[in-house]
């Protein structure tokens, strides 16, 4: 029977010892995922002649000969018992090359010392170090060659020899699991290749010789057993290409078919809502917030849904653009609803909102559009706090249509939630929330309506998606006047333990100065985190997640206690989280705004919406348990009213790890586009499209969004030409089919409702 890329693995990796590491362990079940599974990098195989050019720590690869090996005994320092290593040198070239191999075990040593016996020849994967003076690698990975003529190992000896004698200048580096090694990878992938038929290319051939890229076979053999770096970036440029262009094919159709759905346009004209409310404005819009403003009217007019990306400095003025937007869909007779991650935004937006139309909003019974002899609309707040007899009014009047503004969190998606007619929906911060959530509140309404979600830093999935061309995009650059400059510093008390005594002092010399300060903590109490959060995560070099030593984070309830009774003794310090009643929070948030608490101590609950003009200091607990995004965003909550504002990166993140480049990003620059790729750099894309449940292909596997840019732009070219020509792509059959594999995909449902 043929091998072709859908085979089961099992048909070339027989009854290999291997056979289950491979499935269960990496995941791996047919020939086509063997042959996908590249390597993650490359090691040049050293010349040791070039010994004096080695770098300690310098990953090597070496083909040599043992020239001998001894077992030595010495005391482990840390257990104070016997303990053995295997001293071996090794001939590679023309140097020599001391191995090292720890072991607890005498008989383990033993074992070794005869698997290294001198003329034993084989590869070594180590670190480089040096000993003695001497070069050496410590506890390398190893494949030796055995004896042909013994029977017992004489398959395994002549497979290892063929492995080898493939090997050249570079060596693959691949993702492993516990008690596989890179040659038994390269073992499967080197006879899956010579063995699987049927590779056929879903690229058809003139679209690869437009834009320059290998065939698949070559593709995988390049790939696999390169002699040269070229023919590694010859090979990865055709993956990256392969795998853009059929996200780019999804995103066309996607793009073509919500052109073809149809919506009501808002083209204003009923009322004059608008018109009013620019009229009360006591500044001038600048030229960014009027330049988005008519972007965003001409695609209200549209007959087809808009699906826009707002993006923005924090305190560049999206509210107001997006409160324009939506007096254009009531002056149109529709309804617009602004989904906030969190209560305390929620009711942030429907204060400022309210505050913001001034007269133009309707209250209590004042009615509904028309309210004595001037148009009003109702702005409507609903919180999963409110209670029956407290929803019931705003429920009654969203239903209605008396209600053009409707602010809310989750709650509004509930099933009871129903909409007059629903024109636009406002998504504030969109990274918090889930695709579905989006889509439960879109399916609200009779036709589709538009969509304009807003971020203030363009977390990595949204900076991805603007560089795929899902959403169109709209850009604040401009800050209004008033705002002020943000110093933001790294105290770093793994360097300095003895700072943190100076950051309160630095607090108090604040709030003496009649000015407000935050202190922001990880935690809510012990180790409790604020719902729907979690630590950021860092992943080394090869994707590897790192880290870091379990230690006490800092907690809102804990940190509010030590501050009162030390060195805060004496001031007016509040707390603020999630988990407290919706009056007390409101209550506070108050306090805060009025000037009546100096100091207010709180988890993220304040990361967006928050203004508090006289806060001018902002103090982050263990920063380095929080992202790039999360950071800029809660130092935007400073410096809001034209009072220089200060922040405090207080972690034990040590130099060198991804962490502290994070905190060292934040505090180098408040450029929050240059920050977002920051972001995207550290953290990838793993949820660009959301995790694909139906083929390891159907989600980003080899391209990263910020390194190939331009390889995307050219996929994109490439896509719109297709589909140009035939939508259903009648004429590239393969390549249709890895359309619809993706649009089935959960990852689709991501593009489908994002």
Same mark, same amino acid.
């Given at each position: 029977?043929?091998?072709?890329?859908?085979?089961?693995?099992?048909?070339?990796?027989?009854?290999?010892?291997?056979?289950?590491?491979?499935?269960?362990?990496?995941?791996?079940?047919?020939?086509?995922?063997?042959?996908?599974?590249?390597?993650?990098?490359?090691?040049?195989?050293?010349?040791?002649?070039?010994?004096?050019?080695?770098?300690?720590?310098?990953?090597?690869?070496?083909?040599?000969?043992?020239?001998?090996?001894?077992?030595? *005994?010495?005391?482990?320092?840390?257990?104070?018992?016997?303990?053995?290593?295997?001293?071996?040198?090794?001939?590679?070239?023309?140097?020599?090359?001391?191995?090292?191999?720890?072991?607890?075990?005498?008989?383990?040593?033993?074992?070794?010392?005869?698997?290294?016996?001198?003329?034993?020849?084989?590869?070594?994967?180590?670190?480089?170090?040096?000993?003695?003076?001497?070069?050496?690698?410590?506890?390398?990975?190893?494949?030796?060659?055995? !004896?042909?003529?013994?029977?017992?190992?004489?398959?395994?000896?002549?497979?290892?020899?063929?492995?080898?004698?493939?090997?050249?200048?570079?060596?693959?580096?691949?993702?492993?699991?516990?008690?596989?090694?890179?040659?038994?990878?390269?073992?499967?992938?080197?006879?899956?290749?010579?063995?699987?038929?049927?590779?056929?290319?879903?690229?058809?051939?003139?679209?690869?010789?437009?834009?320059?890229?290998?065939?698949? @076979?070559?593709?995988?053999?390049?790939?696999?057993?390169?002699?040269?770096?070229?023919?590694?970036?010859?090979?990865?440029? %055709?993956?990256?290409?392969?795998?853009?262009?059929?996200?780019?094919?999804?995103?066309?159709?996607?793009?073509?078919?919500?052109?073809?759905?149809?919506?009501?346009?808002?083209?204003?004209?009923?009322?004059?809502?608008?018109?009013?409310?620019?009229?009360?404005?006591?500044?001038?819009?600048?030229?960014?917030?009027?330049?988005?403003?008519?972007?965003?009217?001409?695609?209200?007019?549209?007959?087809?849904?808009?699906?826009?990306?707002?993006?923005?400095?924090?305190?560049?003025?999206?509210?107001?653009?997006?409160?324009?937007?939506?007096?254009?869909?009531?002056?149109?007779?529709?309804?617009?609803?602004?989904?906030?991650?969190?209560?305390?935004?929620?009711?942030?937006?429907?204060?400022?909102?309210?505050?913001?139309?001034?007269?133009?909003?309707?209250?209590?019974?004042?009615?509904?559009?028309?309210?004595?002899?001037?148009? *009003?609309?109702?702005?409507?707040?609903?919180?999963?706090?409110?209670?029956?007899?407290? %929803?019931?009014?705003?429920?009654?009047?969203?239903?209605?249509?008396?209600?053009?503004?409707?602010?809310?969190?989750?709650?509004?998606?509930?099933? *009871?939630?129903?909409?007059?007619?629903?024109?636009?929906?406002?998504?504030?911060?969109?990274?918090?929330? &889930?695709?579905?959530?989006?889509?439960?509140?879109?399916?609200?309404?009779?036709?589709?309506?538009?969509?304009?979600?807003?971020?203030?830093?363009?977390?990595?999935?949204?900076?991805?998606?603007?560089?795929?061309? !899902?959403?169109?995009?709209?850009?604040?650059?401009?800050?209004?006047?008033?705002?002020?400059?943000?110093?933001?510093?790294?105290?770093?008390?793994?360097?300095?333990?003895?700072?943190?005594? @100076?950051?309160?002092?630095?607090?108090?010399?604040?709030?003496?100065?009649?000015?407000?300060?935050?202190?922001?903590?990880?935690?809510?109490?012990?180790?409790?985190?604020?719902?729907?959060?979690?630590?950021?995560? !860092?992943?080394?070099?090869?994707?590897?997640?790192?880290?870091?030593?379990?230690?006490?984070?800092?907690?809102?309830?804990?940190?509010?206690?030590?501050?009162?009774?030390?060195?805060?003794?004496?001031?007016?310090?509040?707390?603020?989280?999630?988990?407290?009643?919706?009056?007390?929070?409101?209550?506070?948030?108050?306090?805060?705004?009025?000037?009546?608490?100096?100091?207010?101590?709180?988890?993220?609950?304040?990361?967006?919406?928050?203004?508090?003009?006289?806060?001018?200091?902002?103090?982050?607990?263990?920063?380095?348990?929080?992202?790039?995004?999360?950071?800029?965003?809660?130092?935007?909550?400073?410096?809001?009213? &034209?009072?220089? &504002?200060?922040?405090?990166?207080?972690?034990?993140?040590?130099?060198?790890?991804?962490?502290?480049?994070?905190?060292?990003?934040?505090?180098?620059?408040?450029?929050?586009?240059?920050?977002?790729?920051?972001?995207?750099?550290?953290?990838?894309?793993?949820?660009?499209?959301?995790?694909?449940?139906?083929?390891?292909?159907?989600?980003?596997?080899?391209?990263?969004?910020?390194?190939?840019?331009?390889?995307?732009?050219?996929?994109?070219?490439?896509?719109?030409?297709?589909?140009?020509?035939?939508?259903?792509?009648?004429?590239?059959?393969?390549?249709?089919?890895?359309?619809?594999?993706?649009?089935?995909?959960?990852?689709?449902?991501?593009?489908?409702?994002?």
């Amino acid at each position: 029977m043929a091998i072709t890329l859908e085979s089961p693995i099992e048909s070339v990796l027989g009854n290999s010892k291997h056979a289950t590491k491979f499935t269960k362990g990496l995941g791996l079940r047919t020939v086509g995922d063997l042959l996908y599974h590249f390597p993650r990098r490359y090691l040049r195989t050293a010349d040791l002649s070039q010994t004096p050019q080695l770098h300690e720590g310098e990953m090597l690869t070496v083909l040599g000969e043992v020239v001998r090996s001894v077992v030595r *005994q010495h005391t482990d320092r840390r257990t104070g018992r016997p303990a053995f290593r295997v001293e071996t040198q090794l001939k590679a070239g023309t140097a020599d090359l001391q191995l090292t191999f720890f072991s607890k075990s005498q008989r383990i040593a033993e074992w070794r010392r005869g698997v290294l016996a001198p003329g034993t020849r084989g590869v070594f994967v180590g670190k480089a170090g040096s000993f003695r003076g001497e070069w050496q690698l410590a506890n390398p990975q190893m494949v030796v060659f055995g !004896d042909p003529s013994d029977s017992e190992n004489a398959a395994e000896a002549a497979d290892n020899q063929m492995a080898v004698e493939e090997l050249t200048e570079l060596f693959p580096i691949y993702p492993l699991t516990a008690g596989l090694q890179h040659w038994d990878v390269m073992r499967a992938v080197r006879f899956a290749r010579q063995v699987v038929e049927d590779v056929t290319d879903v690229l058809p051939e003139q679209l690869r010789e437009t834009y320059d890229v290998p065939g698949l @076979r070559d593709a995988l053999d390049l790939i696999h057993a390169p002699h040269e770096l070229n023919d590694v970036q010859r090979a990865q440029h %055709r993956f990256r290409f392969e795998e853009a262009v059929g996200l780019q094919l999804v995103l066309g159709r996607r793009r073509r078919a919500l052109q073809a759905l149809g919506t009501t346009a808002r083209t204003g004209g009923v009322h004059h809502l608008l018109e009013a409310f620019d009229e009360r404005l006591p500044f001038t819009l600048t030229k960014g917030q009027q330049q988005i403003g008519e972007e965003l009217e001409t695609a209200l007019a549209q007959p087809h849904p808009m699906n826009r990306l707002l993006q923005g400095e924090v305190g560049s003025g999206k509210t107001l653009v997006a409160l324009r937007a939506m007096l254009k869909v009531v002056d149109s007779g529709g309804q617009a609803a602004l989904l906030a991650p969190t209560e305390v935004l929620a009711q942030q937006h429907h204060r400022s909102i309210t505050a913001m139309l001034s007269d133009l909003a309707a209250s209590g019974m004042a009615g509904g559009l028309f309210a004595g002899d001037q148009e *009003q609309t109702h702005v409507e707040l609903l919180t999963g706090s409110m209670t029956k007899t407290q %929803r019931k009014g705003p429920l009654s009047r969203i239903a209605t249509g008396e209600a053009g503004i409707v602010v809310g969190t989750h709650a509004l998606l509930q099933d *009871q939630v129903m909409f007059d007619d629903l024109g636009l929906v406002v998504v504030d911060e969109q990274h918090r929330f &889930g695709v579905e959530q989006r889509a439960a509140l879109t399916d609200k309404a009779g036709t589709p309506p538009h969509l304009l979600v807003m971020t203030a830093t363009p977390i990595p999935r949204t900076v991805a998606m603007t560089v795929f061309g !899902d959403l169109e995009v709209s850009t604040l650059t401009e800050l209004p006047a008033g705002r002020a400059e943000i110093q933001t510093n790294l105290v770093s008390l793994v360097d300095h333990p003895g700072w943190i005594t @100076r950051v309160w002092e630095r607090v108090r010399e604040e709030v003496e100065k009649g000015h407000q300060v935050y202190v922001v903590a990880p935690r809510i109490s012990g180790d409790e985190s604020e719902q729907g959060e979690s630590d950021q995560r !860092d992943f080394d070099a090869d994707g590897n997640e790192v880290t870091s030593a379990k230690v006490q984070l800092s907690a809102v309830d804990e940190v509010t206690e030590e501050l009162t009774s030390g060195p805060l003794h004496g001031l007016r310090v509040a707390k603020l989280h999630g988990k407290l009643p919706a009056e007390e929070k409101e209550r506070t948030m108050s306090a805060f705004a009025a000037g009546d608490i100096d100091v207010l101590i709180a988890t993220t609950v304040i990361e967006v919406g928050v203004d508090v003009p006289n806060a001018t200091t902002m103090v982050i607990l263990d920063a380095d348990r929080f992202g790039v995004s999360q950071l800029h965003q809660l130092r935007g909550r400073v410096g809001r009213g &034209g009072l220089h &504002g200060l922040c405090l990166l207080v972690s034990h993140a040590e130099a060198g790890t991804p962490a502290r480049t994070r905190l060292d990003a934040v505090a180098g620059t408040t450029d929050g586009f240059a920050l977002s790729r920051v972001d995207l750099d550290q953290r990838r894309e793993g949820d660009v499209l959301g995790a694909s449940q139906s083929g390891r292909r159907s989600s980003l596997e080899s391209l990263r969004v910020l390194r190939d840019e331009e390889t995307i732009l050219q996929a994109r070219e490439a896509a719109e030409s297709l589909l140009e020509k035939d939508v259903e792509l009648a004429s590239a059959p393969l390549l249709a089919e890895r359309v619809a594999e993706i649009e089935e995909s959960a990852s689709a449902d991501y593009l489908e409702k994002s």
